[in-house]
């Protein structure tokens, strides 16, 4: 619990400095600066900017111990701003300004909840993906290894992995989590369902990963009819939808599961008695994190049971489902 005698209130509103990263970012201001063009002057030549509003940005990342003023209008980068070399994900071009940008509609959100995305950008946030195969690529990216690195982790499951001979990670991204369980274990093969863009985005990870020969990748909605598999995964897909479309991807898979398989869930459930919290993915596509009673009665409208739900080694909450059975 935060002692509140330590909450600084106003350092809290500060809107200023992270607007400031985002657009020394989108400038590629480290990458300018560690190339020799420290002189403000210069710099703000490179990169087609007005110089005193950029002095002034660098001037307020200084004080907040973002670059070093070495001289009047001579910057040079510290280890903090060498860190924003390469942060695509602040870049306010790409998919990092959608993000940015939608923290602006949590009003909306909050008065509705649901998402005010389409307001700003036009179309839906899925929609909009569609519509911008760049900005798909760099959420990829952002979702996948560049972003948060390769999982180094295991699913427990309640009767072990001896019987699952095939693993389907369902709206996967690009693999790195099936890559990950496959290393693991040996004997199985694994289907990366994605749509198709981003399956073929996944290609190059999976060559290099030395078990492409145990994946299949297939380019689908997880709205669609599942491939067959032992397991299915659910990694981080149901935070990023409300409650009917929750239901229709679970549906899917315990088709799918039917009538031994396992539906298994990280990320879009929660125990009761855990504190609420506000995700970006709420915002931009009216996504929840269901407590488990909420999930339990998604799930039983899907078709599927609850067979376990524990915090594992890994970190995650996991739930395990299995398909309702019919007497």
Known sequence: ???????????????????????????????????????????????????????????????????????????????????????????????????????????????????????????????????????????????????????????????????????????????????????????TRGILVDLPGTVARAAALIDESGVADRVTLAGQSFFDPLPPADLYVLRKVLNDWPDDPTVAILRRCAEAARPAGTVVVLGGVAPDDAPRSLGIDMLVAGGKTSTMTEFATLARQAGLDIAAAADQPSGHYVVECHPTTTS
């Open 1 to 187: 619990m935060v002692e509140e005698d330590s909450v600084d209130l106003w350092g809290l509103l500060d809107l200023a400095t992270p607007w400031c990263l985002h657009v020394a970012a989108t400038l590629r201001i480290a990458e300018h600066v560690a190339a020799g063009h420290g002189e403000i002057g210069e710099l703000a030549e490179v990169v087609g900017c007005d110089r005193d509003a950029l002095h002034a940005v660098l001037g307020h990342l200084v004080s907040k111990g973002v670059f070093t003023e070495e001289s009047p209008g001579m910057f040079s980068c510290n280890r903090v701003a060498e860190r924003l070399a390469g942060a695509t994900f602040l870049d306010l071009e790409g998919i990092g300004g959608r993000m940015a940008h939608t923290w602006g509609t949590l009003l909306d959100y909050v008065r509705t909840g649901r998402p005010a995305y389409e307001k700003v950008f036009g179309l839906p946030f899925w929609q909009d993906l569609d519509a911008h195969p760049t900005i798909a690529a760099e959420f990829d990216q952002l979702m996948g290894p560049a972003g948060h690195g390769i999982p180094d982790f295991d699913i427990e499951l309640a009767g072990g992995w001896d019987q699952v001979r095939t693993v389907a990670d369902v709206g996967g991204g690009t693999g790195s989590m099936l890559v990950c369980l496959l290393r693991r274990h040996p004997q």
